[in-house]
């Protein structure tokens, strides 16, 4: 499948990606894993995983998807990133819930994510998330060997090794995190 969409070389493009994304990238990759991130323009009116794919033609296993979740018990509260590929539903309440010992686990304020992660509505990426939260990935995304995720800004996508995804701060392989 090829897609139309044109990708460049991130460390030549920073303003196409979030400065905590960028910041991220800078300081936890080595010069060679540095040029292997891509980040293509796109219109922000496709920014939705599905949508995305079907305009940019792009195979739908590459996209995927991150969401941040709130973790309450008793009075305590952490957060979550999980990620998950396009076109899957999280599974948050058996599998999260369990996992981080929470009573409840729902979607994170908007407001909240937006104000910590320095990043836009709808293009939220685990790439420069708070040092504190934990990022849960479904093994399904480890399959594929390069990913497309947001850039922190709505008017791009950065494609990656999903390899990669493992140095980041907190990451773990949670079975069973995506479902269908």
């Known amino acids: 499948m090829n897609s ?20 991220c990238i800078d300081n936890l990759f080595s010069e060679e894993e ?7 323009e796109i219109n922000p009116e496709y920014m939705d995983g599905i949508k995305l794919c079907e305009h940019y033609n792009l195979d ?49 304020p908007l407001d909240y994510v937006l104000e910590k ?5 709808g293009s939220i990426n685990p790439i420069g998330l708070p040092e504190d939260w934990k990022l849960f990935i479904d093994p399904k995304i480890l399959e ?10 709505q008017k791009s996508k950065i494609s990656l090794p999903s390899k990669y ?9 949670l079975e069973n995190l995506a479902k269908q």
């Open 4 to 23: 139309n969409l044109e990708f460049k070389k991130l460390v030549e493009n920073k303003n196409l990606v979030a400065e905590t994304t960028y910041n």
């Open 60 to 108: 739908i296993k590459t996209g995927v998807n991150c969401l941040i979740c709130e973790c309450k018990r008793g009075e305590n509260k952490s957060y979550v990133a999980l990620l998950v590929p396009t076109g899957c539903r999280y599974n948050m309440s058996s599998t999260v819930r369990k996992y981080t010992n929470s009573r409840m686990v729902s979607v994170a």
């Open 165 to 173: 995804l493992l140095k980041l701060n907190n990451a773990e392989v």
């Open 117 to 121: 992660t320095k990043m836009e509505y």
């Open 144 to 153: 594929v060997e390069r990913i497309i995720c947001g850039s922190g800004l």
């Open 34 to 40: 540095k040029s292997d991130f891509l980040v293509a």
